[in-house]
């Protein structure tokens, strides 16, 4: 059998605050496998984002193992984990975090340059991309006139830009209205099944959680079915 695409075990995380510490994560574990898609829903504050922060290497655990495709990082030095993170995560976030200066072309093929691709090959990937999300004719509008529907397409297609094996994506859905966010929902798990990523989706829908191969809830710091 194939190596997880992630595996964790005993993840904990706490916050230090004026009254004492916050212990947001209290031990987590979670493997994903390949073609696998996975939800967790938990309530505002529970700590959905700072578990997907922690598994996508962008915030490091207190404790615990954290392996991707069964290589242990959560010792890495921060340029090594940046590297590998750039290669093998993608992240959707909810507010689409694009660059603004930037076209829709060239928010997708700059995750590509970031991941050291040849700006041609990027360039070419990320339009094969946006056409795929359904935006060729918008290839070159700024964030700022596009929809947020349009917005999270490109946010989608800069998350598939270097092959991730996984796709962490943090209530895509949240700023989007009802039909725009089902189309983005369909979006998500047809592409990143045919795209061969795994998927962690953190949603508040449990009408999308119940789309993913397996539902998870976030509750008092761990994790269980749902
Ligand atoms: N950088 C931080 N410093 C201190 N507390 C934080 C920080 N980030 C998040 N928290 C706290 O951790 C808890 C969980 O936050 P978060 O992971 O954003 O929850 P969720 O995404 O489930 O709504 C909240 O109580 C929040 O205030
Ligand atoms: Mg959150």
New binding site residues.
């Given amino acids: 059998m194939s190596k997880p695409v992630l595996q964790a075990k005993g993840l904990t995380k706490s916050?230090r605050?004026a009254t004492g510490l916050?212990e947001?994560l209290r031990g987590i574990d979670l493997t994903v496998e390949a073609g696998e898609s996975v939800s967790i829903r938990?309530?505002?504050?529970?700590?959905?984002?700072?578990?997907l922060q922690v598994l996508g290497g962008l915030d490091a655990p207190n404790k615990g193992e954290l392996s991707w495709m069964g290589r242990r990082v959560d010792q890495l030095r921060s340029s090594a984990l940046a590297s590998l993170r750039s290669r093998q995560i993608g992240f959707v976030f909810q507010n689409y975090q694009l660059m603004p200066e930037l076209g829709a072309q060239d928010n997708v093929a700059l995750a590509g340059q970031i991941a050291g691709m040849p700006l041609a090959e990027a360039r070419t990937r990320a339009f094969e991309l946006i056409k795929l999300v359904g935006l060729s004719s918008r290839s070159r509008h700024l964030p700022s006139a596009l929809s947020g529907g349009e917005c999270q397409r490109v946010a989608l297609a800069r998350a598939l830009m270097n092959r991730p094996a996984l796709l962490l994506a943090?209530e895509p859905t949240g700023n989007l209205d009802e039909v725009t966010a089902v189309e983005m929902m369909n979006l998500l798990l047809t592409i990143s099944r045919e795209q061969g990523a795994a998927l962690v989706l953190?949603t508040h829908s449990s009408e999308f959680a119940r789309l993913a191969s397996r539902q998870l809830v976030?509750r008092a710091g761990s994790l269980s079915n749902a």
Avoid at 42 to 51: D, I, N, Q, Y
């Fill in positions: 916050y605050s916050l947001i938990g309530a505002s504050g529970a700590g959905k984002t700072t578990l943090d953190v976030l």
